[in-house]
């Protein structure tokens, strides 16, 4: 009696999970034109204020996966030969370039992108920029009072390595995130190599703890546990909109991001994919996005929202990525030794 | 000859074949195609840079010092709530799986809440600004995180126990503690070396904590996550990754070099069981016991009254204002809480099934193969699951077999991460059972598979139970397991408590993690109500 009704009840489960199994394939087929897939890399509530502007506008439903960039590029890359997405949204152009090196991005120039500056647009076509932000440093005055008195806030990168800061900054792990080499590579190259690892030398040390997400830097900060963090601008900005007692600093000579879109070559829906970029860099969406993420838009038409840092104020180096791509081993064995 | 008998069960034979296809696809053949992802170039890398050298060596220390410490506070809770029987024992049994729903990230933010530099413990009440971050402050979070593991293995091995070779040492003379020493702690010997393996296994393999609290401190089962999320390199995650298997075969290998094969350790069918007093513990140890135990559960409910006041106030840490805006907010992510809740059942399924018919057939049946499907079955324990994820996105997309994007992947996934859990709880359980009860069944003439249920089953349903329990709770938390493997139509929660956090929504993630968190245990509480009782309490008892 017992075991047929435990046997009853393990059949049970196992037949209601057929759906489950079958629902992979089925779902595949039943892919309509009134769709589109976005592997997403801008947060969770951009991801849902593009899809739902978007559907407003075309009736498409946008769905989204969002996820950190390197995992979307190694999905894509992975994805290749049945690619599962259409579109790839967000961070920086080096990200996009991995994928598009692999073959697994389509081309695509939107005519919206027309007017856009330079930078933003891939001479290979592959990704069209449509936001810039900043590295700059996040400070949260609370605790930067009740530690360093009346201590001016730090202007520069050279007031941040201010030996009294010791172990009240955070900076994101270069070597677990593209972004925090960013800030490396911005020091090497606006000092020259030399000089800019003397600055790195002096820094490291200061350094409370080294996360290994981009995310952390701005929490930390703003939850009261360090007193200064390096982070983009934008990221910044949310914690502060949001009410954390962040104050933002933008050092001069400082590297900016421009983030991308692109399409995936031999999506599912690529005829949606090509209105759905061309929607991102209409004016309309990107007023909504950069008030929502405090970016900086690329689309001319666009006024500035307002609790945005504006880019052009902004002293930016001439970033060299292609340098920044070939010094990385190098460069990264090196900061392990300065890091010890 | 048993391997004859075995076969000639129809029930068994299919079971086997099932098991052996299910292992094959799912665990050897993944972590085959995991295992030729890193080019040679990564190997040389991982092997020479300082960074890599330093965290392996932290991973060892971290994993030696953590399993210690977590092993014995397992032990010395589950020995108070079953011997030691502190008041409220029922209640203090619930507090460690509790733990287990705790959802990375967020259960990190509020342990850095208690005991950070601005802690509500830390700073608050002892007015020290002192970080948690490093190697110290990760001791502390691996002990706390991973001794439920072994207060769950230790707790049914010491209520298996009985009491009647106690209560024979106490007549003879022996003192409480010296009955301890020589009678309860050698009997549980075997259930606290399989603690000790599986919180091993845990702490090299989890990334959470050492992401939030190691702060200098780098271990590799960060670097599986970071190398592929932070710069697309999947070979350097799955070298990170593989590297981890050499120590865990050699844990692996210790634990069953201590406690070898076992019917010295056999209570179950002893005579006798059942007989046993209840002043195993004289009063100031009684007294020792329930303060200990009121200490652990007091912060672990510490840690969970944090994040509820997290979900219902405006800002967490920032502003104290009260508010029912973020559970509005996570109440909408209605499709990833069901998908949450229904996966993680059904893996529990599965890995309750599989554990059984793994142990069974390799302990009791000496199937062909056993010693292969017993190291298949434990394999999984010793990678990250963050790779086990990684291994079945690579090897499942495209042919032979295109499970990408399916509910599918994730069951298993989860299956296959917790099968090892499940797998040791019931061969311990299997362990104590005699022989000769099996014997017995045969010679009145019961096939094997009508011993497997009717005999072996009922006395180990604690242990399948548990299993089922570990898995469901443990499944919907987890994000290392899935990460990923969400795809469009199968979203997660745990996922989406990930990005609400990382843009710094916290009291959002909050509140949808006590959501989560309420539904896992209504949802036990219904299980428990649909399978019966009796079969239930097993595992909470």
Known sequence: MKRSIIIAAFLAVLVSAVPTFAKGSQEQQKAQEKELLVYSIVNEAESKLFGDLFKEETGITVNYL????????????????????????????????????????????????????????????????????????GVNEKRFKEKFGDTPLPKTWEDLANPRFKGEIVVTDPAASSTAYLFVQTQLQRLGWDAGWSYLEK??????????????????????????????????????????????????????????????????????????????????????????????????????????VDVSSIDLIKYDSKLAGDQRDAVLARWQKVVK | MRLSRALRDPFLVVAYLVLVAFLGLFVVYPLARAALTPRPSDWAKLLSSPRWIAAMEHTLAM??????????????????????????????????????????????????LLLGRKGIVTHGLLGLDVSIYGWGGLWLAQTLSFFPISFIICRSALANLGGALETAARGMGAGRFRVFRTVSLPLTAPAIAQAALFCALSVMSDFGNPMLIGGRYRVLATEVYTQLSGWADAGMSAAAGLILLAPALVVFALQRAATGAGERYATVGSRGRGIGRDDDVSPPARLALAAFCGIVAVFVLAQFAVIAYGALTRIWSVDGTFTLAHLGAASKYGREIKDSLAFPALAASLCAAASLASAFLVQRCRAPLAPVIDLATILPAAIPHTLVGL????????????????????????????????????????????????DAAAALGASRSRALFDVILPIVRGAVAAAFVFAFIVGTGTMSAVIFLVSFKTPLASVTILNLAEMGSWSDAAALASILCVLAFAGLAAVRLLAGRRFFQAAFR
Do not use: C
């Open chain 1, 203 to 308: 820094l490291a040390p200061l350094v409370g703890q080294f996360p290994s997400s981009g995310g952390a830097p701005p929490q930390l900060v703003g939850s009261g546990e360090y007193s200064l963090g390096v982070a983009y601008v934008h990221a910044l900005a949310t914690y502060r909109e949001k009410g954390f007692p962040v104050k933002l600093i933008v050092p001069p000579q400082t590297a900016g991001e421009v983030g991308v879109v692109s399409a995936v070559k031999g999506g599912p829906n690529p005829d949606n994919a090509k209105r759905f970029i061309d929607f991102v860099l209409s004016q309309k969406a990107q007023t909504a996005f950069a008030k929502e993420s405090l970016t900086v838009p690329l689309n001319p038409a666009v006024a500035l929202p307002p609790g945005a």
């Open chain 2, 391 to 438: 291994a079945f996105a690579i090897s499942f997309n495209g042919k032979p077999l295109d499970l990408a994007g399916s509910g599918a992947i994730l069951v298993v996934a989860m299956a296959v991460s917790y099968l090892p859990f499940g797998y040791r709880a019931v061969m311990a359980a299997l362990a104590q059972v005699k022989p000769s009860i099996d």
């Open chain 2, 63 to 112: 994993t030696v010092l953590s399993t210690v410490t977590a092993t014995a506070m397992g032990y010395a809770y589950a020995y108070g709530v079953t011997k030691g029987r502190v008041p409220g024992a029922r209640l203090f049994s619930l507090v460690p799986f509790l733990y287990l729903v705790s959802p990375p990230f967020v259960g990190g933010l509020a342990f850095t």
């Open chain 1, 66 to 137: 969002r996820a950190a960039s390197g995992e979307l590029v190694n999905r894509i890359i992975a994805e290749k030969d049945a690619p599962k997405a259409d579109i790839l949204l967000g961070g920086p152009a080096s990200f996009h370039i991995q994928a598009a090196d692999k073959g697994a991005l389509a081309t695509y120039e939107s005519p919206v992108a027309a007017q856009f500056p330079a930078y933003a647009k891939d001479p290979d076509r592959h990704w069209t920029g449509f936001y810039v932000t900043a590295l700059g440093i």
